[in-house]
């Protein structure tokens, strides 16, 4: 481009400053290219005494620039989960100016995910559980082929973890090529609603099974409150007998609860 402007000068000046003129003898030089307005020749000239360069400068405020990126880093520092998205619309600025601000500042996004809150006796249980594990394995391959795995996991409309409009709460388990659900608890999976699971879903798997399987059958659950409920856990006792693995079952689960939970 700058190749260009040079040779629109050198024509311009060649013709005395006549911009009609430039312009002619331009497009007889350089057929090929696209001939220019022949105002921009004279503004070429202007262009170079006034600013030394082509093009006008694009005017910088750099006071309002140094306010929009101190108020982007104050959004950020007063909600760290906020979005570029959300701080380009509170602030009125695009979100390229937000995400550049950001980079500059060597923040990074991240999506916010559940992690397991560990205990002080967790570690230890950990390590009880495996060693049980490798025990039962050991006197018995399939061992983990006999054992009904289960989880839940609680999905809400308003994007956060809690205080949702609506809950609800997925749980599944899997028995060795077999998947057990997905069975739907609506709102909060209380000890109530986790009760009727296991004496509907699960009783009706188990009554299905052979009577050699339903003998040598373990269930796993995790260390969730309504889990533990004294209901829940006589119920496993009378069913299982010594047979499930849980917070207060004789084969302890790797933890003692599930949560809270930190991002």
């Known amino acids: 481009m700058n190749n260009e402007f040079t040779d629109m000068l050198e024509a311009y000046f060649l013709s005395n400053k006549n911009s009609g003129e430039a312009q002619r003898l331009y497009s007889t030089r350089f057929p090929e290219r696209q001939v220019p ?10 262009n170079l005494r006034l600013y030394g360069a082509f093009k006008k400068p694009k005017k910088i405020n750099r006071e309002f620039n140094e306010n929009v990126e101190l108020n982007i880093l104050l959004s950020v520092e007063e909600n ?6 959300e701080i380009a619309e509170t602030l009125n600025s695009s979100k390229d100016t937000v995400q550049k601000v950001l980079n500059k500042h060597k923040y990074h996004p991240y999506i916010a995910q559940k992690v397991h809150h560990l205990n002080a006796n967790d570690p230890g249980r950990r390590i009880e559980f495996s060693i049980n594990f490798l025990n039962h394995t050991e006197a018995d391959p399939l061992f983990y082929t006999k054992i009904i795995w289960s989880d ?6 308003n994007r956060t973890y809690n205080r949702s409009i609506h809950r609800l709460n997925v749980w599944c388990g899997v028995f060795y090529n077999q998947l057990l659900g997905l069975f739907f608890i609506e709102g909060t999976l209380n000890q109530e609603r986790y009760h009727e699971l ?3 879903h699960i009783d009706n798997f188990l009554d299905n099974l052979p009577l050699q399987q339903l003998n040598n059958i373990y269930f796993q659950q995790d260390g969730a409150a309504p ?6 856990v006589d119920w496993l006792n ?3 007998r010594e ?3 849980g917070t ?16």
């Open 248 to 263: 207060n079952s004789p084969f302890r689960w790797s933890s003692s609860v599930t949560g809270p939970f930190s991002p």
């Open 37 to 46: 307005d022949r105002r921009k020749f004279s503004r070429l000239e202007e």
């Open 243 to 245: 047979k499930w693995i």
């Open 152 to 157: 839940e996991c609680t999905f809400n409309n």
């Open 238 to 240: 009378a069913r299982f």
């Open 80 to 85: 760290p989960k906020t979005s570029a998205r």
């Open 227 to 232: 889990h533990n409920a004294r209901i829940n």
């Open 198 to 200: 296991l004496t509907g």
